[in-house]
């Protein structure tokens, strides 16, 4: 296992940061997320076609690049720092991980040339109103008739379900646990948006009511795809989080050296100076633990279980505390709407109760190593 980034790698970090640093500044962050959609077409496609992002961890068989969850760590931490409004992480994590893990080659061969091209936006629809992404918590039924696969009941929290074209959906069948392929504008699915803490970030409630579907694998045998695909999208959000923290970190650190009291920087003061520290010292934390993670989704190895639950748990506090610490920072202004400090932690609140909370990996984590 390779722990070092290669040039290769440094060079689609630098691309992405200009990219993201053009198209995803404050300004237009705050504007697509007082939109619907929630994200720009016309930078969608860019994304496609001039980086190539969406096809980056598909297969060449499919249409994509072929390339490793590292380099998809390297994207989503300059994502995160950006606070990047667009439907990647649901399209990318959560849908292209669920159709990789299937093993259900034809689905593969259906599906993902046009995820990779950025024509089509998909999502994972896991989360029923509990919240849960315990997979024994899904409710939603799929039944079998004259040939035909249809669905029964909702699910919640959708990530960017109300533009998706294609929704993977977690049903339960007389077998057990399946994954099922719907178009958004299939008979009997309807859904809305919902009001979220995180603006930048769109969720959807979306109802089946005898929806046709088309099942991806082996009736009832879903169940080990899924955990992967929770544990690999646990291991990208990780890598988000750790981008996020990052800036937090980097704008605290820039306003503590320009802000002026009784004469001197504010960085100056013992007690700035400490909270600056506590940041770097959790954040470069966070970054091993997601860097490592990474590393291990790429290998495939025997501990990607593990390295995620340690990964998600801590970047989510890191992150959070980052977020937390830089309004402490910043002061009065860092209360008010229109200074950014309040978007990261939106995100950062969001982000730690996607895929599980803190306390929830580590219950994973103990469990994993038979504590």
């Known amino acids: 296992m390779r722990f070092a980034f290669t040039d290769e790698q440094d060079a689609l970090r630098a691309a992405v940061r200009r990219f993201l640093k053009d198209k995803s500044p404050e300004s237009e962050v ?16 860019q994304m496609a076609e001039q980086l190539g992002l969406q096809s980056l961890i598909i297969p060449e068989q499919f249409g994509g690049s072929g390339y490793s969850h590292v380099e998809l760590m390297i994207v989503l931490e300059e994502m995160g720092s950006a606070l990047l409004c667009a ?14 893990t299937s093993g259900d080659e034809g689905a593969q061969a259906k599906y993902l040339p046009s995820i990779a091209s950025g024509d089509t936006i998909a999502t994972l629809a ?50 057990g646990l399946s994954l099922f392929a719907v178009a958004q504008d ?26 046709p579907a088309r099942l991806i694998g082996v009736a009832g045998h879903a169940y080990a795809g899924l955990s992967k695909t929770l544990d690999l999208a646990a291991v990208a959000l990780a890598a988000e989080q750790v981008g996020g923290a990052q800036r937090c970190l980097d704008n605290s650190v820039s306003y503590a050296k320009t802000r002026f009291q009784f004469g001197r920087p504010i960085g100056s003061f013992q007690a700035i100076k400490h909270r600056c520290a506590d940041m770097q010292v ?42 937390a610490e830089t309004i402490q920072i910043h002061g009065g202004i860092g209360f008010t709407w229109e200074h950014p400090a309040h978007l990261y932690v939106r995100r950062a609140k969001s982000a730690e109760l996607m895929l599980g909370d803190s306390p929830y990996h580590r219950e994973q984590l103990a469990a994993r190593l038979g504590v």
């Open 30 to 45: 705050r504007r697509l997320m007082a939109t619907d959609d929630g994200y720009d077409p016309g930078v969608w496609k």
């Open 186 to 211: 299939a008979p009997g699915l309807t859904g809305h948006g919902l009001k979220t803490l995180d603006q930048t970030r769109k969720q959807a409630r979306i109802e089946f009511v005898d929806t």
């Open 87 to 100: 439907p990647y992480f649901s399209s990318i994590a959560l849908a292209t991980n669920a159709l990789l």
């Open 126 to 175: 896991w989360v029923e109103d509990g919240g849960t992404w315990n997979l024994t918590d899904t409710q939603l039924s799929a039944g079998h008739h004259d040939g035909v696969w249809t669905l029964n009941g909702h699910k919640s929290f959708v990530l960017d379900g109300a533009v998706a074209d294609l929704v993977l959906v977690v049903a339960q069948t007389d077998g």
């Open 282 to 323: 959790d954040v470069e934390a966070a970054r091993s633990a997601a860097y490592y993670a990474g590393w291990s989704a790429a290998e495939d190895a025997a501990d990607l279980a593990i390295a995620a639950s340690v990964a998600k748990s801590y970047c989510s506090d890191a992150f959070l505390a980052a977020a």
